[in-house]
């Protein structure tokens, strides 16, 4: 492999890392509360109540306003990352449908294919759904705390049931996948964890464009014959899909000839 190739590349950064992890230990409170309480044990502490001295329906109320607080910090204090997460993940192409029927297999074999997204396209779908059963969650839940029965409460009580259920469902797919325990995505738990730092390979192998733009020093590689095979592929899948990409290749190949006539080398 040529020099610097297989040197990692930071997906994420410090910020959006512990945005990521606060947002995720209060969801999983949230979940472990919901259900202990949907099973009907609410007279029975569950563990993490006993390891906290507050009673379940408290501690599910006070970890439910700390995730309204904590979203509504990342929509103020982050609304430049917010945007941009909302405006990557609303990205919609053919292709995507090719993706995703590509998708079950790829999960085992590692062959996904090409997009240039930050985002996969079963990242961008699972951004939208779970964001937006968060925030339900959130809208539900604080109306439950503030009303004391009534048609509007029952109703409330409804949405909040059917919307945790789903929202188990799809963080328990989030966290199979982003453990890695999935052949195709073996490595990818690196991206949230150990300073957000994933091997080189990885990046292209799930995010193949993004990875490509993150290093365009690789297309210089790729023109002289650097990269060797493995590389040199990424770089040409890349390169059917992206034609910003190309043109640059195409100037780096003028200004590579133009040096070599200019030093008497050959073509």
């Known amino acids: 492999m040529a020099a610097g190739t297989d040197r990692p590349v930071r997906r994420y950064n410090r910020?959006?890392?512990?945005?990521?992890?606060?947002?995720?230990l209060t969801t999983l409170v949230?979940?472990?509360?919901?259900?202990?309480?949907?099973?009907?044990?609410?007279?029975?502490p569950s563990p993490l109540a006993r390891l906290t001295g507050l009673a379940d329906t408290t501690l599910h109320t006070v970890v439910g306003w700390?995730?309204?607080?904590?979203?509504?910090?990342?929509?103020?204090?982050?609304?430049?990352?917010?945007?941009?997460?909302v405006t990557?993940?609303?990205?919609?192409?053919r292709a995507d449908m090719r993706w995703f029927a590509r998708w079950p297999a790829a999960t085992l074999t590692g062959r996904f294919p090409h997009h240039?997204?930050?985002?996969?396209?079963?990242?961008?779908?699972?951004?939208?759904?779970?964001a937006g059963g968060l925030l339900v969650l959130a809208g539900t839940g604080a109306g439950m705390a503030t009303l004391h029965g009534g048609?509007?409460?029952?109703?409330?009580?409804?949405?909040?049931?059917?919307?945790?259920?789903?929202?188990?469902?799809?963080?328990?797919?989030?966290?199979?996948?982003?453990?890695?325990?999935?052949?195709?995505?073996r490595g990818v738990w690196r991206s949230m964890h150990l300073g957000g730092r994933l091997d080189r390979s990885v990046a292209f192998r799930l995010w193949?464009?993004?990875?490509?733009?993150?290093?365009?020093t690789s297309l210089g590689a790729y023109v002289l014959g650097a990269l060797d095979a493995t590389e040199t592929a990424r770089v040409e899948a890349h390169l059917r899909h992206c034609r910003s990409c190309r043109a640059?290749?195409?100037?780096?190949?003028?200004?590579?000839?133009?040096?070599?006539?200019?030093?008497?080398?050959?073509d």
């Open 66 to 85: 700390a995730f309204t607080a904590l979203a509504v910090a990342g929509l103020t204090l982050g609304f430049r990352a917010a945007r941009t997460f």
């Open 30 to 44: 949230l979940l472990g509360t919901g259900w202990w309480l949907l099973s009907g044990r609410e007279g029975d």
């Open 116 to 130: 240039d997204g930050h985002f996969d396209p079963g990242q961008r779908l699972l951004n939208l759904v779970l």
């Open 15 to 24: 910020r959006t890392r512990w945005f990521h992890a606060a947002t995720y």
């Open 151 to 185: 048609p509007v409460f029952a109703v409330l009580v409804q949405v909040h049931r059917w919307t945790t259920y789903l929202v188990t469902l799809l963080v328990a797919g989030h966290i199979v996948v982003a453990s890695g325990v999935l052949p195709g995505y």
């Open 88 to 93: 990557e993940s609303v990205r919609f192409r």
């Open 248 to 266: 640059e290749v195409a100037e780096l190949r003028t200004t590579v000839r133009h040096l070599r006539r200019t030093s008497g080398a050959p």
């Open 208 to 216: 193949p464009g993004w990875a490509a733009r993150l290093e365009p």
